[in-house]
T-cell receptor
């Protein structure tokens, strides 16, 4: 059972570079989320989606973009990487908002 | 808006000690409440949940009771093991107009043999 798959697991970016963090789920979940987790901190919501073609901003969307063209995929785009975006990024999905969220294993991103 | 306040960490206990991690919440509606656990180098996993007042969630010896009167969902375990060392997150999902989970800041638990 794959669940939620994130790639890559680790990445080092230079300031100003761009990249896309990939997230795919095979559970046919409508809801998908991107969180970032800074050292010693909780999770902050970046963007979320309640279904294909629908996305909305979370608490900390600046510097990021998302798209949801299919139910399965929810990529997160960093256009101009900044050191403040150094973090661990988690993708998650759920069938509905009050149900269990399933998390990927995370992408550790360092911007230097 | 919704918020979750968790007991500050880190918490260090000896094996077989009793564990309590406090969690209180603020929500506009009638939320579902969750405890997630994050083991080193991994993503979050659901530990237990409760969907209405007075419900008790339980799993792997951990328990938490949904207390509406005190807006709390404290996590307890009677006898902790070294393998319980992890970061624990309290979270809520509000049924009213909110499409997301709101997390507490997490509590790092270390169990020493």
């Amino acid at each position: 059972n794959a669940g939620v798959t994130q790639t890559p697991k680790f990445r080092i970016l230079k300031i100003g570079q761009s990249m896309t963090l990939q997230c795919a789920q095979d559970m046919n979940h409508n809801y998908m989320y991107w969180y970032r987790q800074d050292p010693g901190m909780g999770l902050k919501l970046i963007y979320y989606s309640v279904g294909a073609g629908i996305t909305d901003k979370g608490e900390v969307p600046n510097g990021y973009n998302v798209s949801r063209s299919t139910t399965e995929d929810f990529p997160l785009r960093l256009e101009l990487a900044a050191p403040s975006q150094t973090s661990v990024y988690f993708c998650a999905s759920s069938s509905y908002r009050n149900t269990e969220a399933f998390f990927g294993q995370g992408t550790r991103l360092t911007v230097v | 808006g919704n918020s979750v306040t968790q007991m500050e960490g880190p918490v260090t206990l000896s094996e077989e000690a009793f564990l309590t991690i406090n969690c209180t919440y603020t929500a506009t509606g009638y939320p579902s409440l969750f405890w997630y656990v994050q083991y080193p180098g991994e993503g979050l996993q659901l530990l237990l949940k409760a969907t209405k007042a007075d419900d008790k969630g339980s799993n792997k010896g951990f328990e938490a009771t949904y207390r509406k009167e005190t807006t709390s969902f404290h996590l307890e375990k009677g006898s902790v093991q070294v393998s319980d060392s992890a970061v624990y997150f309290c979270a809520l999902s509000d049924e009213v107009g909110n499409e997301k989970l709101t997390f507490g800041t997490g509590t790092r638990l270390t169990i020493i043999p």
